[in-house]
Nanobody, 121 residues
């Protein structure tokens, strides 16, 4: 059973940066792709990025390419989401999830509780 805990959220001004971390526990955690998703109040959940278990393949939502970077440190069982040039519309609860290498939330069986990111204008 994989369990995930997100950290690194907070309040930042527009144009600033944050690095989110997703710490995974469980024997087989490194065998799963880890994806990042977000959900803003009143909006649908949105895929952001995912990284394969070997760390060599990544997939991004077009609108965050160039601003967000996903990476993983399998020795530390941690996946990161570096977010730069943040905008007020990036405000949301950010979740990481473990599962298949896809942009489909339903394909991720283990999900974290989320971390709040608030970007002020």
């Amino acid at each position: 059973q994989v369990q995930l805990v997100e950290s690194g959220g907070g309040l930042v001004q527009a144009g600033g940066s944050l690095r989110l971390a997703c710490a995974a526990t469980g024997r087989t955690a490194n065998g799963y792709a880890i994806g990042w998703f977000r959900q803003a109040p009143g909006k649908d959940r949105e895929f952001l990025a995912t990284i394969a278990g070997n760390g060599r393949n990544t997939l991004y939502k077009d609108s965050v390419k160039g601003r967000f970077t996903i990476s993983r440190d399998n020795a530390q069982n941690t996946v990161y989401l570096q977010m730069n040039s943040l905008k007020p519309e990036d405000t949301a609860v950010y979740h990481c999830a473990a599962g298949s290498y896809t942009d489909n939330w339903a394909s991720y069986g283990a999900r974290g509780q989320g971390t709040q990111v608030t970007v002020s204008s």
